[in-house]
């Protein structure tokens, strides 16, 4: 069994302020969120059956940023957030 780690090393260093709160992570959120939550209700309604929509949306939001271009991981954080509330 090996020693566990004395320091910590966070992700993202208290040294760095990457963008989080941004209008594009809000409008695919919300997009997202649209989509996935009318495919839900459909599906409760029809068949009884709900998807739980964050996971998937957090795959989406990565793929699409990586075509719009770069992207920070608390936008996609931010993404997965709100189009799974």
């Known amino acids: 069994m090996t020693a566990p780690s004395t320091a910590h090393q966070p992700y993202i260093p208290p040294t760095q302020s990457p963008a ?18 009318a495919s839900n209700v459909y599906l409760a309604l029809k068949i009884g059956l709900t998807v739980s929509a964050s996971i998937p949306i957090a795959v989406l939001s990565i793929t699409i940023f990586r075509w719009l271009g770069r992207s920070t991981i608390l936008e996609n954080n931010i ?7």
């Not at 959120?29 to 996935?36: A, D, K, N, Q, S």
């Open 20 to 37: 989080e709160l941004t209008p594009r992570a809000i409008a695919l959120g919300v997009l997202l969120g649209l989509i996935f939550g």
């Open 79 to 85: 993404v997965q957030t709100t189009g799974s509330a």
